[in-house]
């Protein structure tokens, strides 16, 4: 039996991280094993062979998603544009695809993901004006819409709540994308119909999980096993 992908996706500090972490206690819950990638290298499609739940995200800390971290997103001097960083980002997603995401849901086993092609569509045509058609036919985007998530989940929070999280959190990312002009535009597209109906489309399940203040990290949680355990159901 086919595997399942879910992507959380959303503004930065959203609660994507919160969300995958509850499905991935979930899946030990049921006596899976879970092999987390989120912070380390990408292993070779036989690796995870051993696993019931992989835990990804995007960028990779592999090859060209390690570059997107390290260089291109950081706060710097030498500003990559908008293009770039849509061919480096299609680049990196279809390595994690062809190493990791294809294989494990072929497999049977379920991947549980921060980001995706859903991030592109998004950013890249706020950063500069580029149309949707054409980041959709980049080889990555495209192999990543012929594996479109079985679910998505997009946390809801207002951009001022996020500033506030990021202004505060430990782990800093020192991203051109955290401030609250750009996150103010890239909310309005994660709330768009034109967003939910294209990967509805696609064949996803698209929900939206209220992360807002006064809503805790167990709350996130709980939402998103509730979300996922609702799916499942249907399925």
């Known amino acids: 039996m086919k595997g399942k992908l879910v992507i959380a996706d959303g503004l930065d500090g959203s609660g994507k991280g919160a969300i995958v ?7 030990e819950s049921t006596g899976m094993s879970v092999l987390d990638l989120r912070d380390g290298e990408l292993p070779e499609p036989e690796d995870v062979s ?3 739940a992989i835990l990804s995200a995007e960028p990779t800390h592999s090859f060209v998603g390690k570059a997107i971290r390290d260089e291109m997103v950081r706060e710097n001097n030498r500003k990559y544009s908008a293009w ?18 294809i294989p494990a849901i072929t497999a049977g086993k379920h991947v549980f993901q921060e980001r995706g092609v859903i991030t592109s569509f998004v950013y890249q045509p706020v950063q500069e004006k580029i149309q949707l058609s054409e980041l959709m036919r980049l080889p990555g985007n495209k192999l990543a819409m012929q594996y479109p998530p079985d679910l998505l ?3 809801k929070i207002k951009p001022e709540t996020v500033m506030a999280r990021l202004g505060v959190r430990g782990k800093r990312d020192n991203s051109i994308f955290e401030n609250i002009s750009f ?6 597209r994660y709330s768009s119909e034109w967003l939910k109906s294209l990967f509805e489309k696609y064949g996803s399940r698209v929900a939206y999980i ?5 809503n805790t990290i167990h709350d996130t949680k ?9 799916f499942l159901n249907k399925s």
């Open 21 to 27: 972490d509850a499905l991935g206690e979930w899946a």
């Open 153 to 155: 989940i997009i946390p």
């Open 84 to 101: 770039s960083l849509a061919y480096a980002f299609s680049i990196d997603r279809e390595i994690l695809y062809k190493r990791v995401i």
């Open 222 to 230: 709980k939402k998103a096993v509730q979300e996922w355990t609702e």
């Open 183 to 188: 996150q103010t535009k890239i909310s309005d």
């Open 50 to 52: 051993g696993y019931g």
């Open 210 to 214: 209220d992360t807002d203040e006064p």
